[in-house]
């Protein structure tokens, strides 16, 4: 379960930094052009990102006891 839930939330924040980085480029927000500016879709959808976002900062405790058992 943790494995699914792993990739589920990369694969969101990767979407995320995406988007981000087309804005920052291109000021083109597709999120907004999918699924309209803060519609309650647009606000789940940004919601989740930024819930995986933070659930990806137990990443780095999880790598680090990774890496010390292979030691």
């Known amino acids: 379960m943790s494995k699914g839930l792993d990739y589920?939330?990369?694969t969101l924040v990767i979407i995320g930094a995406v988007n981000w980085g087309l804005i920052g480029?291109?000021?083109l927000d597709l999120?907004?052009?999918i699924f309209g500016?803060?519609?309650w879709m647009s606000r789940v959808i940004y919601t989740l990102i930024g819930i995986s976002g933070l659930y990806?900062?137990?990443l780095y405790g999880r790598v680090?006891?990774?890496e010390s058992e292979n030691v």
Do not use: G, P, Q, R
């Open 64 to 66: 680090m006891d990774f």
């Open 37 to 39: 500016n803060m519609t």
């Open 25 to 27: 480029i291109f000021k």
């Open 8 to 10: 589920t939330a990369l």
């Open 56 to 58: 990806l900062l137990s």
């Open 31 to 33: 999120v907004n052009l």
